[in-house]
């Protein structure tokens, strides 16, 4: 069988990821909608807070190792076995810092019992989730995105079929905490099984390597570290500032644009083991796989945009069936008019991280989380939700301008139309469609129908034009 061409191989593997993140997303939002609806606005917030300390410490103490290892990897797949047994090792002893520096944080903190106790039991996840890391920046290097849709999919479909048996019984977070736990040790057995078909572990340690690791990894730990807690000060500024009540909310209108934030990760995720080895071939070859990869994106984000302002309302109605969350839907139009920039922001960091300059991305963070700190003080304590959506919107906006000056200074410019003009195309005959159809107001499922049908086609007719099809 013939080897996949670079594009056939960046389509399988964003495919592959789409999967992933698509079921991983659809599983977060169905849940936050059946929390929503069964547990209350309040319950949901303990849960998102307790989600956010998470994430928060789950990537400092591991996705700074799986970006390093993704990247290593893919340059000199031959020292693979090493990596799967020190890093392990490494990860495990990083995962265990990071609950523990967890745990003081929230007892610190100003939180009731009940929210610390679910904080507490949430971040007993970080473990099995980091470790998983290992596996998965293998099969990433390995461009064998498939294996990790093979290993996740099935259990994220399982676990959240199990999760709302439990709402439905009146079981309360601890037992769905429970089953995320053990769901992400399900799956590290399952990819340590794929990866033993293939691959002959080094059963030793490497003292030399895992010293090696930590400080060429220092930097990727400070830049997903501040990165992931950019992503998330909102959210705990309003825990702080706030209730967990409002966070419930604020957390539910944020999720309606996860279809975006699944698809633009996925495709930037894919894209970015061909960018590591563009490198070596010139800025051009950059310039080529960047403006591919942003013009997918904006083709998915600006149409978008465009459907969130015209039925966002009654996407959150149809959701949530709740006066609360339907009354803060301009918080929605605010958030999501980060998606425009959104596209850009994530391949510049991409690309900067190819080309060895992840210091910039530390740069980056750094005056992100300082910018995002300070205005949202200042805009949650006068404002509440409100304040925290115009906080969002600051953190995107700094957060691009920043990247595009170092990509532009250290790297090259793109060719702005060339990347937009197709986006922009598909997103003006999208407004046409919902102009129409706000004309004559369809039922919403049938607005949704019509709509992605019709982005369906737009998409699908430029596609085939620009490549050299009937219409070019």
């Given at each position: ?80 076995p090493v990596y799967l ?31 610390s106790f679910i904080c ?317 159809l706000d004309r004559i ?32």
């Amino acid at each position: 069988m013939p080897p996949m061409s670079e594009g056939r191989k960046l389509a399988f593997n964003s495919i592959a990821m789409l999967a992933n993140r698509l079921t991983q997303g659809i599983a977060t939002f169905v849940l936050t909608a059946a929390m929503a609806r069964t547990l209350g606005a309040e319950v949901l917030g303990q849960y998102l807070l307790a989600i956010s300390y998470y994430y928060i410490f789950v990537y400092l103490a591991s996705q700074g190792f799986k970006t390093l290892f993704t990247r290593e990897l893919t340059r000199n797949p031959e020292i693979t076995p090493v990596y799967l047994v020190s890093g392990t090792l490494l990860q495990l002893v990083f995962g265990s810092i990071g609950y523990v520096a967890m745990a003081i944080v929230i007892f610190i903190l100003p939180y009731s019992d009940r929210t610390s106790f679910i904080c507490y039991i949430t971040g007993l996840i970080i473990i099995p989730f980091s470790l998983s890391n290992v596996t998965e920046a293998i099969f990433q290097a390995q461009e064998k995105m498939h294996i990790i849709a093979f290993s996740t999919v099935p259990i994220y479909l399982l676990r959240l079929l199990a999760m709302i048996w439990m709402m439905q019984h009146q079981h309360g977070l601890p037992y769905i905490i429970g089953i995320l736990f053990g769901s992400e040790v399900l799956i590290l057995l399952i990819q340590w099984i794929f990866l033993l078909r293939t691959i002959k572990p080094k059963w030793q340690i490497d003292r030399d390597f895992i010293w090696k690791t930590i400080k060429a990894a220092r930097t990727f730990f400070a830049i997903e570290g501040i990165g992931i807690i950019a992503s998330r000060i909102d959210v705990l500024i309003l825990s702080l500032l706030g209730n967990e009540a409002l966070i419930g909310i604020y957390g539910a209108i944020c999720q309606l644009l996860q279809p975006y934030f699944i698809v633009s990760n996925s495709v930037a995720l894919a894209a970015f083991p061909s960018m590591s080895k563009a490198v070596a071939e010139g800025k051009d070859k950059q310039r080529q796989a960047a403006q591919k990869t942003i013009e997918i994106l904006l083709s998915i984000s600006l149409p978008f945009l465009v459907g969130i302002f015209f039925v966002g309302e009654r996407l959150i109605v149809f959701i949530y069936q709740d006066p609360s969350f339907v009354k803060e839907a301009i918080v929605l139009h605010i958030i999501s008019i980060a998606l425009i920039t959104g596209g850009f922001s994530k391949i510049f960091s991409y690309l900067l991280m190819a080309n060895g300059l992840e210091k910039l991305n530390l740069i980056e963070v750094v005056i992100t989380n300082i910018v995002g700190s300070l205005t949202g003080i200042v805009l949650i304590s006068q404002y509440k939700l409100l304040g925290a959506a115009l906080m969002s919107l600051s953190l995107s906006l700094t957060n691009f301008i920043v990247l595009a000056y170092f990509v532009y200074s250290r790297l090259f410019p793109l060719q702005l139309w060339q990347v937009m003009r197709r986006p922009l195309l598909i997103s003006f005959l999208m407004s046409i469609v919902f102009l129409v159809l706000d004309r004559i107001h369809p039922d919403f499922i049938v607005t949704l129908i019509i709509a992605v049908l019709a982005y369906i086609i737009f998409a699908g007719l430029i596609i085939f034009r620009k490549s050299g099809g009937v219409y070019s």
